[in-house]
């Protein structure tokens, strides 16, 4: 996939869900392929998730899973990695992708 030069046009919002409606991501890939911080990645997709219930669309978070004990955080909604597993207490965490999916 062709990366986004920041030179393009647009927001940097609108192309990252440009991004995520063409595959899922995680925000790292993000982060190098609009020359963002991861930080400020995951800054926007807070507000994108908010953004997206307003055009009938909504963000598709794969949940980050534990790689020490499998625990799948399923029930987290916000961006953010978790720092720690809650089961094993181990910081070893799958890290969330990202999509764009019509709401249900």
Not at 54 to 62: C, F, P, S
Request: aromatic share 4%.
């Amino acid at each position: 996939m062709d990366q986004l030069n920041p030179s393009d046009g647009g927001t940097i919002r609108r192309r990252i869900i440009e991004l995520l409606a063409v595959e899922p991501m995680g925000a790292r890939e993000l982060s190098q392929s609009l020359h963002q911080t991861e930080k400020e990645i995951y800054d926007h997709l807070e507000h994108i998730g908010r953004s997206l219930k307003a055009e009938g669309r909504r963000l598709i978070i794969d949940p980050p899973v534990c790689l020490h004990c499998g625990f799948v955080f399923e029930d987290r909604r916000r961006p953010h990695p978790p720092g720690h597993c809650p089961r094993c207490r181990k910081t070893r965490i799958r890290r969330p992708r990202y999509a764009i999916g019509s709401s249900r």
